[in-house]
């Protein structure tokens, strides 16, 4: 269960995602650790990353709509019109981004859109999506052992504490937290069973239509709330690994990944004058920096795009 800190309003009560599009039924299986040790590790496949060059990078590639200063093919694509010769994106640290505007339907600047990098803990946008399709929101969980024992982010979770998936959801979105991650990846499934359905969902899946989703958005846009085990016994305080939603008015979520080798990442979602603003940046050194840079970049030429 989860109780907000910084809201007065009551949490309504969660109904489970309708129409879901995956649609096959798996029995309870018993998962070792090395199982899902390799499910985690599988979170990071290339064709999971594929999407988390957040699926925009796909039809940029293939219809050309920009490079970093100049059009190299002007074939309408997706994205109505390309970025204005005379603007010119600010020079950031992040050795890729893309910066897209739903309402306008049209990338407004991007750097290096196909390369291919690391994506770090975003690969959790798919966790949590998947885990919102499959699962009742109510439905309680027994956290395994090795799921507590994992390294990197982690919201302190005990082994065998009962908690339901809606809370989880939460420590994966709100926190990053790979035992939350682990604990759902490890619900129900069978070897490999929650990649490959992670992987049917990346076919189809975008960064901007994960955000149509009411209950992912408001996960992911939460600063900080309280968690509870289903016995009450274990509460877990998460606070928001996004700083831009502490900082930047209009900010809706989205997800931050960090690791050595992918260095800063960041997912985020920004709203003003009634659209909604998309940005993806990879390789940062300041992933925060770089995309308020971003924003500021939006806001100031918005007109001219």
């Known amino acids: 269960m989860v109780k907000k800190t910084t809201s007065t309003s009551k949490k309504k009560k969660q109904t489970r995602a309708k129409n879901k599009p995956i649609t096959i039924h798996i029995r309870n299986y018993t998962i070792k650790k090395s199982v899902v040790v390799g499910i985690m590790r599988g979170a990071l496949s290339g064709f999971t990353f594929a999407l988390l060059l957040f699926a925009f990078q796909k039809p940029i590639a293939e219809k050309g709509v920009l490079s970093e200063t100049t059009v190299n093919n002007p074939t309408p694509s997706i994205f109505e019109k390309e970025l204005a010769p005379a603007i010119v994106p600010p020079d950031i640290s992040a050795a890729s981004y893309i910066v897209v505007s739903t309402k306008k339907n049209k990338v407004l600047a991007a750097k290096n859109p196909d390369t291919k990098l690391p994506p770090a803990s975003t690969t959790k946008i798919l966790t949590g999506l998947l885990a919102i399709q499959e699962f009742d929101f109510e439905e309680v969980v027994e ?10 982010s982690k919201i302190g979770l005990a082994p065998g504490e009962k908690i339901n998936v809606e809370s989880l959801l939460y420590g994966l979105l709100v926190a990053s937290a790979g035992d939350a991650a682990c604990t759902l990846s490890a619900h129900k499934f ?23 989703n009411g209950v992912f958005r408001k996960i992911v846009g939460t600063e900080e709330t309280t968690i509870y085990s ?6 877990h305080h998460i606070r928001s690994t996004n700083q831009l939603l502490f900082e930047v008015p209009g900010s809706l979520g989205v997800k931050t990944g960090k690791t050595p080798k992918a260095k800063e990442v960041l997912v985020y ?4 004058n009634g659209d909604e603003i998309i940005t993806v940046v990879m ?19 918005y007109q001219s795009f």
């Open 230 to 235: 289903d016995d009450l016994k274990f509460s």
């Open 283 to 301: 390789g940062s050194n300041d992933r925060f920096g770089d995309t308020k840079e971003l924003i500021n970049f939006v806001n100031a030429n």
């Open 143 to 152: 956290v395994p052992a090795f799921c507590t024992k994992l390294e990197g």
């Open 190 to 212: 069978a070897s490999g069973t929650f990649i490959v359905k992670m992987n049917i969902l990346a076919k189809h899946l975008m960064a901007r239509e994960a955000m149509k």
């Open 269 to 272: 979602s920004y709203q003003k």
